[in-house]
């Protein structure tokens, strides 16, 4: 993931997210900002599939619950 290390001096910097390092590795928070695109993705698609977007709605809110509790 060169992506993943690209970002990181800017993560690392950061006075907002700067704790992720000590929870997760570089891929992994990478890994878990894709899956929060999805996730909200997903949601969007609400017309279309609703079931679908209430699976999103509550992975989102796993998602985000999980990232509280890391701080």
């Given at each position: ?12 910097e ?25 996730a909200?993705?997903l ?21 985000f ?7």
């Amino acid at each position: 993931m060169a992506d993943a290390g690209a970002i990181q001096p800017l993560i690392s910097e950061s006075p907002f997210v700067s704790w992720v390092y000590g929870s997760f590795s570089v891929t992994a928070f990478s890994a878990a900002g894709v899956i929060e695109l999805v996730a909200a993705a997903l949601v969007a698609v609400h017309p279309f599939a609703p079931r679908l977007s209430a699976l999103a709605s509550l992975s989102a809110i796993g998602l985000f619950t999980l990232a509280e509790a890391r701080r």
